[in-house]
């Protein structure tokens, strides 16, 4: 038997599953496994667990390099194309290691022609770098797919590998570069580990590793467009920064760091991200990188490399090493700057330089594009919620409750509106409206009407006559504009308290009222949507809200909420709900009937969503 328990790790939001007992590896090494959520840390994580597994196993330094970054590399492949959670699983067997990465979208096939190998590969759709990796460095590896997702796996050799041959001069590059320690810029080259995949120098051929230069160059292409397609997506600027620095770190650097100009091209660059392989070693790199920015002007020609000073001591992230960096200019405009380096080497290989050179130009105009987002998303909120009242509203002897949903990702503001506002002799207007469309065409109709609204009921005119100057104004927008808009007139106790509510309900879905016994009916009468005729007259109609009772006033975007082809209020699912509020108050009412609708419908709402609560107090 085996006792199994799950805990958090590291505080990255994964699961660690620790085994008791059998099934050991085969020398009797006890298997590392790891739930990973899917998301950006994943492989951060999972490289964590890998380099303690292989610490405690004693794998040679080679080995352990090269087994990290297959991991981080099949990792990050099932986070970005398969989207779910990661089972990482890692054993010991004797001479070999086996790891399985395994994900939960069993669909979505992995392929496995390698670049270069039969008719037409260079026509094939890319598919990463993580299998390319494994046919480079894995003794044995495939993919083996079940009904609830996939798993990819490799074995590798973990013992001492004996290498014939003299060395062929040339320069580590990557995983080999650790491995080799201070090998300069000329030395043998660590058994087992990656050499050349990246690097330009020539390398010796090892058994069942091939570096075609074609195969290169194709991988090379494959990592700048999977770059792109990741970092046109981002709409924050320091979320391409720390994207930027997961994409270079460990591929091509052992650390990187992404510094960004603020508003004021005056003010210092601020340092944005930092990644290192060592993740320990992160908040050290960051110190001493702060201590030496780069001007905002740059002395790096726009978009070149150029070599860049090693931060702090020599020894502090490895054995010395190289760094360049690259100015991220946009149009002649610079944005940032981007430095990567590379441990054990006295400079960067210009295949490297090179790469950096692309991606930094990927990186700016993704931080631009970032910056203009964020720029037209502020201006648009700003404007947005000028047409919202601000702050909550007090009503004398009235409860409120609002429930205001617009409609789309990251709106303040759609084409529906509410206002509440004190009128004269201490009565309040409240009213709910609708433009028809959405956008800055409904906006400008939502700015006009709240404005209206107040001034005319500021200067003593009635309910009525506010509806009647309103449509006029409407009409000359060529919009059309549904309202309920109402006044709300504290009764005396003597009258038996509660509060008179005049209204007029243009083209709008009917407010709803229940009573102190549970009972719904509607509270005015169905008038024309304002903006269709100029010379229509409007009336209004008054309900007394005795005490308990409750006021309700929806938008369509709740009568009209969709469930296949039926719609919320089909069969007077609104007042159903209403009647079912008896003991609530206002906001325990909006709540319940939000929820409501939110539980009919599927999906996202497709229009924006708006109601009021109005609830004549018990206490007067």
């Not at 690259?326 to 006295?346: K, N, P, S, Y």
Request: overall charge negative.
């Amino acid at each position: 038997m085996s006792s199994t328990r799950w805990g958090e790790a590291d505080g990255t939001g994964e699961k660690v599953r620790h085994d008791a007992g059998p099934p050991p590896g085969a020398d009797g090494s006890t298997p590392v496994r790891a739930l990973l959520a899917g998301n950006a840390r994943a492989p951060a994580a999972a490289r964590a667990h890998v380099r303690e597994a292989l610490r405690g196993w004693e794998v040679p330094d080679g080995t352990a390099h090269d087994v990290t970054l297959l991991v981080s590399e099949l990792v990050t492949n099932a986070v970005v194309h398969a989207g779910t959670s990661v089972r990482l699983e890692c054993r010991h067997e004797g001479g070999t290691l086996a790891v399985e990465v395994a994900d939960g979208h069993p669909t979505r096939a992995v392929e496995t022609r390698i670049g270069g190998e039969g008719p037409g590969s260079a026509r094939e759709g890319h598919q990463g770098h993580g299998l390319r990796l494994l046919a480079g460095l894995a003794g044995e590896w495939g993919v083996t797919y079940r009904r609830d997702g996939k798993t990819v796996w490799f074995r590798m050799p973990c013992g001492p590998v004996e290498t014939p041959g003299p060395a062929v001069p040339g320069q580590a590059s990557g995983a080999a570069a650790h491995a080799a320690g201070e090998a300069g810029e000329a030395g043998e080259q660590a058994p087992g580990s990656l050499t050349g995949s990246l690097a330009p120098t020539p390398q010796r051929s090892s058994a069942g590793r091939r570096h075609d230069p074609d195969w290169i160059d194709h991988g090379i292409l494959s990592f700048l467009a999977e770059a792109s397609d990741l970092l046109a997506g981002q709409t924050d600027e320091d979320r391409v920064a720390s994207l930027a620095c997961q994409l270079l770190v460990p591929r091509f650097a052992d650390w990187c760091g992404v510094w960004l100009t603020d508003a004021d091209a005056s003010t210092p660059l601020r340092l944005s991200r930092v990644w290192h392989t060592q993740e320990e070693r992160m908040d050290e790199l960051r110190g001493e990188l702060r201590k030496t920015p780069p001007a905002p002007g740059g002395r790096a020609p726009s978009g070149r490399a150029v070599p860049w000073p090693w931060p702090g001591q020599e020894s502090a992230y490895g054995p010395g090493g190289a760094a360049v960096g690259c100015r991220l200019a946009v149009g002649g405009r610079t944005v940032g700057t981007l430095v990567i380096g590379r441990a054990g080497l006295h400079r960067m290989p210009g295949e490297v330089v090179g790469i950096v050179e692309d991606f930094a130009r990927r990186v700016a105009q993704a931080v631009l594009s970032a910056r203009r987002y964020t720029r037209q998303a502020t201006i648009s909120r700003v404007l947005q919620r000028g047409l919202l009242p601000s702050g909550e509203v007090t009503v004398p002897g009235v409860q409120t409750a609002v429930v205001y949903e617009p409609a789309g990702e990251g709106s303040w503001a759609g084409g529906d509106f509410y206002d509440f506002f004190e009128g004269t002799d201490g009565r309040w207007r409240f009213a709910l409206g609708d433009v028809c469309g959405n956008g800055p065409e409904a906006a400008v109709v939502t700015g006009l009407a709240r404005p209206v609204l107040r001034l005319l009921a500021r200067e003593g005119h009635s309910v009525p006559e506010v509806i009647n100057r309103l449509n006029r104004e409407v009409g000359e927008q060529t919009r059309f504009l549904s309202l309920v808009y109402g006044e709300l007139t504290p009764r005396p106790a003597a009258d038996g308290g509660g509060t008179l509510c005049t209204m007029v309900c243009a083209g709008h879905p009917l407010p709803l009222v229940r009573d102190a016994s549970g009972k719904v009916r509607p509270a005015a009468e169905p008038q024309l949507l304002l903006g269709v005729e100029e010379e229509v007259s409007y009336e209004s109609q008054s309900v007394v809200l005795e005490p308990g009772d409750t006021l309700l006033c929806v938008t369509d975007g709740v009568t009209e909420r969709r469930s296949g082809r039926r719609q919320f209020d089909d069969d007077d699912e609104l007042a159903a709900v209403l009647g079912e509020c008896g003991g609530l108050d206002a906001a325990q009412t909006a709540e319940k009937v939000r929820r409501a609708v939110h539980a009919f419908g599927d999906g996202a709402a497709a229009d924006d969503l708006a109601m009021l609560v109005l609830q004549a107090r018990c206490d007067g």
